[in-house]
Nanobody
């Protein structure tokens, strides 16, 4: 399973960091993905990381502002979000899959966090 934390409210230009802690996976052979869903919108992929190799994937429009990282000793992946804009306002979800390849396809993830609200004010 995965348990996420972080989020909250910030002004435009600010930063937030989300955490996603995993359990129940075999050693480091799993991947963590981050997704978001804005008001009235569908779910959008943000980034994902292999907890084994460290390979990463980013949604092209977010690369450069968002950074995904990991700490295997804590079985935790992080999403650092910088230069936030009101368009980044959404519920952010982390997800885990029992294979190490960081697939951007949300349908390949088996375990989902409960979501955390990120609100960016103008």
């Amino acid at each position: 399973q995965v348990v996420q934390s972080g989020g909250g409210m910030v002004q435009a230009g600010g930063s937030l960091k989300l955490s996603c802690t995993a359990s129940g996976f075999t050693e480091d052979r799993y991947a963590i993905g981050w997704y978001r869903q804005g008001p009235g919108e569908g779910r959008e992929g943000v980034s994902c990381i292999s907890m084994d190799s460290g390979d990463t994937y980013y949604e092209a429009s977010l690369k450069g502002r968002f950074t995904i990282s990991k700490d295997n000793t804590k079985k935790t992946a992080y999403l650092q979000m910088d230069k936030l804009t009101p368009e980044d306002t959404a519920v952010y979800y982390c997800a885990g899959r029992g294979e190490s390849w960081p697939s951007p396809d949300s349908s390949t993830y088996d375990y989902w966090g409960e979501g955390t609200q990120v609100t960016v004010s103008a």
